[in-house]
């Protein structure tokens, strides 16, 4: 058998994040002010982030130099290992080589350390003592908590109340790193009391999570806010995964026809795809595909609109351009919670617009298929987002089996599912469901989009 496992060493890990604005051959839509509907400027954003982060979010360099201290603290579990799934292939019969970037090797289980270490260094370093954050499925969450407490600062969480009840582990995985965890929507701030008190039993959403965190921040002294996924400078911080990837492949002597991640906000997707997104755009790799995938409950990049919306249920945040289903659109209670969100990232939704980058919708049974059918070649069991991007590459292994192409393609396995066995086991009961797409319920949010003039 073919070589298996392509690792690099520490003195190869890239030295740099990569960022992609400056390559745009359209630039980015500009983000407007909730207030003035006017476009953002860095001092706007300083009630919530500090200005080292506001800088990137904006930034014009393409490589943005990694700090020495944010390197050595990669080292614990960083370069991720590269694996090529032999078993998985011989499993589906297909002539397909496939691929996968294991980032769930990382402390916390997840891609989502890259981004929740950077954003805990440069808070450190702008003498914020107290971060306020929201999480999906917790790997978000549990990610900024170790963070938080590697850099000594207090951490609160807000956790999408239907994930604070399916994944009660990943709550004390963030209270383990000293965290402080509410279910969300919650009475520790005006906008949870308010959808409480219109709906007691309302499940939550990362669009109140996200309210509810951003007005911890500006209400407490010494408080900053940190998101993970969506902006620019998350993604920017997550590119490391593709770079490496990079370097992998050619170990491997492949370059990807396709590549594969989950998509919710759209961090390890951005992570995975915009280092192969620059070879597409200098030319030297046009044809690779880059397919996101979401589910099928919550589309926002298959079927939300492409207009200005707020991030957030409340309306705080900056409007943005980005494909949504509406802030007010309440996302059907799905295992696979960090992809419950009505927006998609700004600037994947500007890839989109350019057919830099295409998506895929896949339904909650089918995903939790794959991701058993993984298990059971490769021996990893994987998050229930990792588990779109597995079932999106088992279906184009299987096309190429029916065509006869033998096609290379690249996945992120974004999570592993240890903490999510609760989930594994109503699949395996037969207790879970597909949800479809509630078109009336989104078209109802939507109403509520922000008007922004031309």
């Not at 981004?115 to 306020?132: D, E, M």
């Not at 990232?345 to 830099?356: E, I, M, Q």
């Not at 597909?434 to 031309?454: D, F, I, T, W």
Request: proline residues 8%; hydrophobic residues 35%; contains cysteine.
């Amino acid at each position: 058998m073919a070589q298996t496992k392509f690792l690099l060493q520490e003195k190869d890990m890239p030295q740099v994040w990569y960022n992609i604005q400056p390559d745009l051959p359209v630039p980015l839509p500009p983000v407007l002010h909730p207030g003035t509907g006017q476009p953002v400027t860095p001092a706007d954003m300083e009630a919530i982030f500090p200005m080292s982060l506001i800088m990137q979010e904006f930034s014009p360099e393409r490589h943005i130099p990694i700090p020495e201290e944010l390197l050595e603290i990669y080292k614990i579990w960083r370069p991720t290992p590269l694996y090529r799934a032999h078993r998985l292939e011989k499993a589906l019969q297909t002539p397909a080589k496939i691929f996968y970037k294991l980032e769930d090797v990382s402390p916390a289980g997840s891609h989502k350390p890259n981004t929740a270490l950077a954003q805990a260094y440069y808070n450190k370093k702008a003498g914020i003592k107290r971060i306020s954050t929201e999480t999906g499925a917790g790997q978000w969450g549990s990610s900024l908590a170790m963070a938080c407490k590697f850099f000594d600062i207090e951490c609160k969480v807000y956790m999408v109340k239907v994930s604070y009840n399916m994944k009660p582990y990943r709550r004390v995985m963030m209270e383990t790193w000293g965290a402080s965890v509410v279910p969300s929507p919650s009475p520790d701030t005006k906008i949870g009391r308010e959808i409480l008190e219109r709906d007691p039993e309302c499940p939550g959403s990362l669009g109140i999570a996200i309210s509810e965190a951003v007005e911890d921040a500006v209400t407490h002294p010494g408080t900053k806010y940190a998101l993970g996924s969506v902006l620019n400078h998350v993604l920017l911080h997550q590119t490391i995964i593709g770079q490496e990837a990079k370097k992998q492949m050619a170990m491997a002597d492949c370059y990807p026809d396709i590549v594969i991640g989950c998509v919710g906000g759209g961090s390890n997707f951005g992570g995975i795809a915009l280092p192969f997104v620059e070879d597409k755009l200098n030319g030297t790799h046009k044809d690779t595909r880059i397919m996101a995938v979401e589910p099928a409950s919550c589309p926002s990049l298959t079927k939300g609109l492409d207009a200005y919306d707020f991030g957030d249920e409340a309306g705080m945040t900056p409007m943005m351009k980005m494909f949504t289903l509406g802030h007010q659109f309440m996302p059907p209670p799905v295992h696979a919670g960090g992809l419950r969100y009505h927006g998609m990232s700004p600037l994947l939704s500007h890839l989109s617009r350019l057919n830099l980058i295409e998506a895929t919708a896949v339904n909650q049974i089918e995903t939790f298929e794959a991701g058993i059918q993984f298990a059971q070649t490769e021996g990893f069991i994987s998050a229930p987002e990792t588990n779109h991007a597995i079932r999106a590459t088992i279906d184009e292994a299987l096309k190429c089996r029916e065509t006869g192409e033998a096609k290379t393609i690249l996945f992120c396995h974004s999570g592993h599912g240890h903490v999510d066995m609760a989930s594994y086991d109503l699949y395996l009961r037969g207790k879970l469901s597909n949800y479809e797409y509630p078109a009336e319920l989104v078209k109802e949010a939507q109403k509520g989009l922000p008007k922004v003039s031309a």
